[in-house]
């Protein structure tokens, strides 16, 4: 039974940090590609990060360039997302998915992604 339990959400303050981790069990954790995906209310979902399974290639919304990094240990079956420099347009659900597609990470795109967490809260406000 696939399972992704994100965690490491919460209320910060514009400019401030914060790390989002995805634990997984269930599936060959390695050979799946890995993603990010926020939705505020009233929005669509967005994809905010990929990690590929096979080249470590990575992709990033324009909106985060530089302000967040993915990152994953196949060790430990987990995926992280560093979030710096929060801004209020950050606050979100943000959900970690995983998908069973190899490739360049700037490929993927959202239906390439079988399996959700439940989400984990982010505000980010003063």
């Known amino acids: 039974q696939v399972q992704l339990v994100e965690s490491g959400g919460g209320l910060v303050q514009p400019g401030g940090s914060l790390r989002l981790s995805c634990v997984a069990s269930?599936?060959?954790?390695?050979?799946?590609?890995l993603g990010w995906f926020r939705q505020a209310p009233g929005k669509e979902r967005e994809g905010v990060s990929y990690i590929s399974s096979t080249d470590t290639s990575t992709y990033y919304a324009d909106s985060v360039k530089g302000r967040f990094s993915i990152a994953r240990d196949n060790a430990k079956n987990t995926v992280y997302l560093q979030m710096n420099s929060l801004k209020p347009d950050d606050t979100a659900v943000y959900y970690c998915?995983?998908?069973?597609?190899?490739?360049?990470?700037?490929?993927?795109?959202?239906?390439?992604?079988?399996?959700w967490g439940q989400g984990t809260q982010v505000t980010v406000s003063s």
């Open positions: 998915a995983a998908g069973s597609v190899w490739g360049n990470a700037n490929l993927l795109t959202s239906t390439d992604f079988s399996s």
């Open positions: 269930g599936f060959e954790f390695a050979y799946y590609a």
